[in-house]
Structure formats: C-alpha cells, structure tokens
C-alpha cells in the first residue's frame, strides 16, 4: 500500500489546457515535495511546502500544501509540450525519510 | 558541477553473478540513498548512510547490501541477483544543512535474467 496516493495515473490534455495532480495520504508530512522526472533520468526537485494552507507559484506552476498537511496538488496553468514527463509528490516524515508517491505521468501534446 | 554519478547506466546479467552498481557525489554530502523504482510503486529506499561508516535498511533492503567507506562513494551489492530485482535504481545524496534537498543520478536499469 501506498503511503501516498497521487491522481491520476496518467493524464494527457492538448498544448495551452491546464491540468492538475493530485497526492493524498492518511499520514502528516512535515514537508512535501514535488519532483519532476524525464526519461532517462532522475528526479529533479521542483518545490518543497512546509506551512499548512502554503502555496508556492513557479511560473506557470502553482503548488498548494493542505492545511492538515496530509495533501497537496499540483496545477500547470497553459501547459507546454516541455511539461511532458513523470511527476512524483514525496512526503518528509519521521526522521527526514521521504516517502513518495506512484507518479503521475503528463503528456501534453503538442 | 554537483552531481551524483551512478554507474553503469544499464546492466544485464544473470541470475546469481554477483554485481556492484556504484554510486558517488562530488558535493561532499554526508547523507546518501538508494532507491529502487518499479511502475506503479514510485520509488522505494532500499539502503541509506547518514555519514561514512554509518548505514541502515530502507523500507526494501533484502538481497542487497551497501557499503559507506569513503563520503564521496555509496556502492551498491547484489551478492546474488535474482529476476525480481530487474528494476531502475536510483542513487540521490544530500547535506545536514538542507536534508529536505536531494540531488538524484541518472539511474541505472539493471535487468536479470
């Protein structure tokens, strides 16, 4: 079982839609990051949330921690074929260990 | 530039021949990590090391051993491959100052047969 849920698996959508990812758990994250992950290679960290209720924008992405600090969601505004890859949430729990969630993969097409 | 260098990128060997994929970082990390990934699981801690000398099991560490004699180096054994640990592996480091900040490699896909 997973200790983080993400949603959805997979999601496709047309250059220009906006999209949004979901990670849900039962157990409180001190911190919670979002990593992004092309073929061929390995995450690459794109935000840590720390507060309950945070959010962070990176351009066109916007990053939002639940106020429980169980959850957090991921939205693309105007998405860009450059978008295209493997999403990945991680909770910071007891001990700094991350645990992270299946991924979600994204592809915009063009 | 701060990397964390894995080696070999791809691998296929059989059942039982030992192996050692290795693993080092150039930014004089004290924390390290192995992770495997497999779809639909995410990734998964096999192995970690909080300094030289200084390991401990991950959430999946049966049929692998690790090894921290040097900060910079964090090998990863398996003493004996089996077909069910065909996967991608994944090494990540990162500093007591910032322990949240990983830095990945690239990865390396072991397949067994």
């Known amino acids: 079982t997973q200790l983080l849920e993400q949603s959805p698996q997979f999601l496709s959508i047309q250059e220009g839609e906006n999209l949004t990812v979901y990670c849900n758990s039962s157990s409180v994250f001190s911190s919670l990051q979002w990593y992004r992950q092309e073929p061929g290679e390995g995450p690459v960290l794109l935000v840590t949330v720390v507060t309950g209720g945070e959010v962070k924008k990176l351009k066109r992405l916007t990053f939002q921690f639940g106020d429980a600090r169980k959850d957090s969601s991921l939205h693309i505004t105007a998405a860009q074929t450059g978008d295209t890859g493997l999403y990945l949430c991680?909770?910071?729990?007891?001990?700094?260990?991350?645990?992270f969630g299946a991924g979600t993969t994204v592809t915009v097409r063009a | 530039e701060a990397q964390v260098t894995q080696n070999p990128r791809y691998l296929i060997t059989v059942t039982g021949k030992k192996l050692t994929v290795t693993c080092s970082q150039n930014?004089?990390?004290?924390?390290m990590s192995w992770y495997r990934q497999d779809p639909g699981l995410g990734l998964r801690q096999i192995y970690y090391s909080m300094n030289v000398e200084v390991t401990d099991k991950g959430d999946v560490p049966e049929g692998y051993k690790v090894s921290r004699k040097e900060k910079r180096n964090f090998p990863l054994i398996l003493e004996s491959p089996s077909p069910n640990q065909t996967s991608l592996y994944f090494c990540a480091s990162s500093s007591p100052r910032d322990r949240e900040c990983y830095t990945f490699g690239s990865g390396t896909r072991l397949t067994v047969v």
């Open positions: 930014m004089n990390h004290e924390y």
């Open positions: 991680a909770g910071v729990g007891e001990g700094d260990k991350l645990s």
